[in-house]
């Protein structure tokens, strides 16, 4: 996906920008207003994080602005400031949600498919690999034998294995990228959900596929 | 009813109490009553028939009371109470004039009550001088002497007839001699005060040898007796009462006038048993509502609803202006007028 | 209107005053009237006791050589034709009493009309002594005329003009006071209109004061604008005080949690990545911490200025669970909303009320387990109740209400990043819409219950 992030404070904007290249999206940067609207200007975007104080002027204006224009594209407020005063603005002046610094990637990542997800479909965002489709904005799995709703860990585990087939991800790997940092659990949590997405696959071509010492991979087995 | 001496009593009281004589009483009776505690003393120039009736229904309704009951002439009623100080709780006297004059020279106490308070201002002074009757100074002719007269009915018509009938009246019209009589002096001076004709009628009366009383009683005895043809300022109450037992009497009420004399009663400052008398004062201010006391003692009752104007009933007003004719020199000048006009024709 | 800081009130004081002044001018005026009418009762006592001597001095006459007198009628009955008093008269040549009372006093000397007041036969009486020079034949004889009177009379007179004076001032007085009553509170009505302009104000209203106000009025009027001026650039002040320094920290905080993740991501040696994770949650805390705080502050702020308008919980409520369902997705937590009522009329501060849903919801997403439900049970009968059951660990050891209390957090919760705060901010929502919170364990199996009642309408 392709994200513009408009962010007056360079170091947070490259540690985002990289975090979100972490799991593959591309982050164009704008660091003032003036560079924002420059930026929608000549490229469209999926979805748009912007954050309040800006040093030529507020970020509110610039939502307002995009709100007037024919531009549909979402926007995720970064707020830096207490919830409870910005939540009213922010939503009546047109953002489709907001997190608070400092965020946990894992809850904006699930907040831009929400949103992403009631802005409606986006052709790819759909992943196949033998027979077996996944859409992961609507959370569906799509096999010869029928569709499977899933869960949210279940299609954040499912997705990473689609996005690349064959490669193989360690389990310490997987549990970063399930697991919230508060959360404690053993690696043995990880099997569980690896087991549930079998089961959900099962009947299919599609494998995941045990690396012994290594890992998992999904598989074509057909 | 006798008002005798009161020159006498005159004498005394211009010399102020210098004569030490004590005061003549005519009658005295002492009621018992049923069970007495206490004693009224009166003294009253109402003589005890005419006045019984009334003490026996006061002792009717007040059987604690005991009454004395003194009567004396007024002169000597004056003098007991203004020289003497005699020891009465209440005075019924005819004598307006002495009475007022007690009340004003301080002998007199100060009453209020629910009954006297209903008295009409006419029938009170100071709210110590309480009249319980009203009678009337009224004309009394023989009805044979005016067979063929027509009988007068105002003074004017009266000095008329007698101007113009003179041998007819020659000797046979009859009044008070002033100088012998308180109360005929009283009528006399209020007569004059209230109308200019009684001078004329003084002097025409002198012309025609009138005889002189000193009480209405003879007075009327004349008059049946066909001595006289008429008798000019006689009670009424008194006449009314000798009428019941004489024929050949009219009463002629004067139409243009008629002298209202008032009967009252004084509470003594000095008074023993000024209880007593204030229940008899009240008691004799409500007389009007018991008629058979003054039919049996032929005293009319202070009547409250009667407009005396209409009538020409003519109250003779209690206060200070009563004073004016107990003054010596008026008296003297009054007096000496009054012969004068009187006494023409037949000097005494 | 508070009177807690009234010293007395200024219409108490004026109506007071002006009553004050009010009795005091019916006091005079009491007095002046009694006076005056006094003196005019008395001229007309002494008028006619002079008329009466007058009469009789012209009733003298020379008789051979004597001085004689016919009292008129009317000198003594005028005297009665007024009031009922005691007449008492005496004439005197040349200090010989001609007729009339002998002890009755002559004046010693006497130039003109004298008046005299003195005690006679035990009464007060006001007497009028007259000289007349009288001549008889050739001899001129010095007459003396006195005519007294009793004076009650003038006493009834004189108490009946007392009433009618006091009377008169009482109805003055009552009448004044009636006025400075009417006029204390039309003069005083400005400053009340003023007065009931401002308090109707709402707490967050400050536009100056525009009411037209009187003279007297003006500097009070424009003392108050420069202060609400004053309090409104104070409160701007600390408002964007508050942004900047959440901004200030949040974001360097926002940075280093973001570059941690991505050198997360990065790392394999397991013992670096468990650092790197600690050093994570103490960034939640601390960040979490700071904005509970900021929360409860804005919630204080709230509170002071509270300002209730129409709302519906059950949408309050959706739209929190909306806004928190992409967290609770997270751990695949379901959050299941139910209410007996197809809406829950309310008025109340929407944002205070959503702050403090917000706090419930999360400490139940925090709690609970993954793969588990959050059951929401909106229940309206006296009054409204909106119960949150998860399927955590429930609350243990202690008073479960004691959670209530600022920072003060179970026992069993030191491995879940918290402040303690979360709770106190919904018992202060809950009581500044004059609710309450109940916390419990969950009668059935595991789990707790945290429940916000409001009162109905």
Request: charged letters at 20%; aromatic letters at 8%.
């Amino acid at each position: 996906m392709r994200f513009l992030l408009v962010e007056d404070n360079a170091q947070l904007a490259k540690a985002v920008s990289d975090r979100f290249a972490l799991d593959g999206h591309a982050v164009d940067h704008a660091a003032d207003l003036g560079d924002a609207q420059a930026f929608i200007e000549t490229t469209d975007y999926e979805l748009i994080l912007l954050d309040i104080m800006l040093p030529d002027g507020d970020g509110r204006d610039f939502l307002r602005r995009h709100r007037n224009s024919e531009k549909g594209t979402p926007v995720i407020v970064m707020t830096a400031r207490s919830q409870v005063s910005d939540r009213v603005s922010l939503l009546d002046l047109g953002a489709d949600d907001y997190v608070t610094k400092p965020f946990d990637f894992s809850e904006l990542e699930a907040r831009c498919r929400a949103v992403l997800r009631r802005q409606g479909g986006v052709a790819h965002n759909k992943f196949e690999f033998a027979g077996v489709t996944l859409d992961s904005l609507e959370g569906t799995l799509t096999t010869p034998l029928g569709v499977e709703t899933l869960r949210n860990r279940e299609l954040r585990l499912i997705e990473i294995f689609f996005a690349a087939p064959g490669q193989i991800f360690a389990k310490p790997h997987l549990m970063d990228r399930l697991f919230s940092f508060a959360e404690d659990v053993s690696e043995n949590a990880i099997e569980v959900y690896v087991a549930r997405i079998r089961k959900k696959l099962s009947g299919t071509h599609a494998k995941i596929e045990t690396v012994r010492g290594l890992g998992y991979r999904l598989v074509d087995q057909s | 009813m006798r008002i005798p001496y009161f020159a006498a009593w005159l004498i005394a009281f211009i010399t102020c109490g210098s004569l030490t004589i004590a005061f003549e009483t005519e009658q005295q009776k002492f009621y018992n009553s049923s069970a007495g505690t206490s004693v009224l003393r009166i003294i009253s120039t109402a003589d005890i028939s005419s006045f019984e009736p009334i003490l026996l229904a006061f002792q009717a309704d007040n059987p604690t009371i005991d009454i004395d009951y003194v009567v004396a002439s007024s002169a000597q009623t004056m003098q007991a109470i203004y020289d003497e100080q005699a020891p009465f709780d209440l005075v019924i006297s005819s004598a307006m004039d002495l009475q007022t004059k007690l009340a004003n020279d301080g002998f007199a106490q100060t009453y209020v009550s629910s009954t006297t308070d209903s008295l009409p201002t006419w029938a009170k002074w100071r709210n110590q001088v309480f009249a319980f009757t009203q009678e009337p100074a009224v004309l009394v002719v023989s009805e044979k002497a005016f067979r063929d007269l027509p009988i007068p009915n105002t003074r004017e018509e009266l000095i008329e007839l007698l101007r113009d009938n003179p041998q007819k009246f020659w000797g046979r019209v009859g009044t008070y001699d002033v100088r012998t009589s308180g109360f005929g002096y009283m009528l006399a001076t209020q007569n004059s005060r209230n109308t200019d004709s009684f001078w004329r009628l003084t002097e025409v009366m002198g012309r025609l040898n009138t005889r002189l009383y000193c009480c209405s009683g003879e007075m009327i005895d004349d008059v049946a007796a066909g001595r006289l043809a008429m008798a000019y300022n006689v009670l009424g109450s008194y006449a009314e009462n000798r009428l019941k037992t004489l024929d050949g009497v009219k009463i002629v009420p004067m139409q243009d006038f008629v002298s209202l004399m008032l009967r009252t009663s004084i509470i003594t400052t000095n008074a023993q048993n000024a209880s007593g008398a204030k229940r008899m004062v009240d008691f004799l201010s409500m007389m009007e509502t018991r008629p058979e006391l003054s039919a049996a003692s032929g005293l009319p009752a202070v009547q409250r609803q009667e407009t005396t104007a209409a009538k020409g009933l003519r109250p003779i007003r209690l206060g200070p202006g009563l004073l004016v004719f107990l003054d010596r020199l008026k008296r003297e000048t009054f007096i000496r007028n009054w012969q004068n006009s009187i006494v023409q024709n037949n000097p005494l | 209107m508070t009177l807690r800081f009234a010293s007395g009130s200024m219409q108490g004081r004026l109506v007071i005053q002006l009553a004050l002044i009010a009795a005091l001018l019916s006091l005079v005026l009491f007095l002046v009237v009694r006076t005056v009418a006094e003196r005019a009762a008395a001229d007309t006592q002494d008028n006619i006791l002079l008329a009466s001597a007058t009469s009789i001095s012209d009733a003298l006459y020379s008789e051979r050589g004597a001085v004689r007198l016919e009292l008129p009628y009317s000198a003594l009955s005028m005297l009665g034709s007024i009031s009922e008093d005691r007449v008492f008269y005496r004439i005197a040549v040349g200090g010989e009493t001609l007729t009339g009372y002998d002890d009755l006093p002559l004046p010693t000397s006497l130039d003109a009309n004298q008046f005299d007041t003195y005690r006679y036969k035990g009464e007060t009486v006001r007497a009028v002594a007259l000289k007349r020079n009288f001549s008889t034949g050739n001899q001129s004889r010095d007459v003396t005329i006195v005519v007294a009177q009793t004076r009650l009379g003038l006493a009834a007179i004189s108490s009946r003009i007392t009433n009618t004076a006091m009377a008169t001032g009482a109805i003055f007085f009552l009448l004044a006071t009636g006025l400075s009553l009417w006029a204390a509170q039309s003069a005083l009505a400005p400053l009340t209109r003023m007065a009931g302009a401002v308090t109707r104000r709402g707490p967050s209203d400050l536009r100056p004061v525009t009411a037209k106000a009187p003279a007297e009025l003006a500097p009070l009027v424009e003392a108050l604008n420069s202060f609400i001026l004053r309090l409104k650039a104070s409160l701007n002040r600390s408002e964007d005080f508050i942004a900047e320094a959440a901004h200030r920290v949040r974001t360097p905080l926002a940075t280093v949690r973001t570059q941690a993740e991505v050198v997360h991501r990065s790392l394999n040696q397991s013992q670096n990545k468990t650092a790197l994770r600690e050093m994570i949650r103490a960034i939640d805390e601390s960040s979490r911490s700071a904005g509970q705080l900021l929360d409860h502050a804005m919630v204080n702020f709230r509170t002071d200025q509270f300002e209730t308008t129409l709302l519906d919980l059950v949408e309050l409520v959706q739209e929190t669970t909306d806004r928190l369902s992409p967290t609770a997705g997270l751990k695949d937590i379901l959050i299941n909303v139910s209410h007996d009522q197809s809406s829950f009329p309310f008025s109340g501060d929407p944002i205070l009320l959503q702050n403090a849903l917000r706090n419930i919801f999360d400490n139940a997403i925090k709690y609970s387990p993954a793969d588990s439900t959050i059951d929401v049970n909106m229940t309206s009968d006296d009054e409204y109740r909106i119960a949150v059951f998860d399927q955590g660990r429930g609350f243990q050891g202690g008073d479960a209400q004691s959670y209530l209390n600022r920072f003060s957090r179970g026992e069993n919760v030191d491995d879940v990043v918290g402040s303690g705060l979360g709770l106190t901010i919904v018992q202060e929502v809950a009581a500044a819409h004059l609710g309450r919170v109940e916390i419990q364990n969950n009668e059935t199996g595991a789990g707790a219950c945290v429940s916000l009642i409001l009162p109905r309408g």
